[in-house]
C-alpha cells in the first residue's frame, strides 16, 4: 500500500507565494515519476507541474515561470514553489506518485488533495 500526503495549502493575497510539500510512503520499491496537478471549481483536473527521478520537468503552460518543482528523493517528497499567485490559481492541489511495486509493476497513486485560495 502506498500513501500520498499533500501539505502546505493555505489562503494567500494575489502576488504572494506559497510551498506545497507532498510525500510519499509506504510499501514501494521507487517512487518513479511525481506531480501536481489541479482542480479548480467547475473545471477539469489539469497539470501543474511534473518531475521525473531524475530531475526533468514539465510545466502546464498557465504555471511556467512562476511555479517550480522539485524533489528529494532520499525522502520521497515533491515541492511545489509557487510565486507571483493568480487569483486564478486558486483550486485543490493533488500529488500524484508513480510507485514501482515489485512484482506487480508501476502504479500510479493520488494524495487526497490540498487547497489553495488566492484572494485579489
Known amino acids: 500500500q502506498v500513501q500520498v500526503v499533500e501539505s502546505g495549502g493555505d489562503l494567500v493575497q494575489a502576488g504572494g507565494s506559497l510551498r506545497l510539500s507532498c510525500a510519499a510512503s509506504g510499501t514501494f520499491f521507487s517512487i518513479n515519476d511525481m506531480g501536481w496537478y489541479r482542480q479548480a471549481p467547475g473545471k477539469q483536473r489539469e497539470l501543474v507541474a511534473t518531475?521525473?527521478?531524475?530531475?526533468?520537468?514539465n510545466y502546464g503552460d498557465s504555471v511556467k515561470g512562476r511555479f517550480t518543482i522539485s524533489r528529494d528523493n532520499a525522502k520521497n517528497t515533491v515541492y511545489l514553489q509557487m510565486n507571483s499567485l493568480k487569483a486564478e490559481d486558486t483550486a485543490v492541489y493533488y500529488c500524484?506518485?508513480?510507485?514501482?511495486?515489485?512484482?506487480?509493476?508501476?502504479?500510479?497513486?493520488w494524495g487526497q488533495g490540498t487547497q489553495v485560495t488566492v484572494s485579489s
Open positions: 518531475i521525473t527521478n531524475v530531475g526533468s520537468t
Open positions: 500524484n506518485a508513480q510507485a514501482l511495486i515489485l512484482f506487480s509493476g508501476s502504479r500510479y497513486y
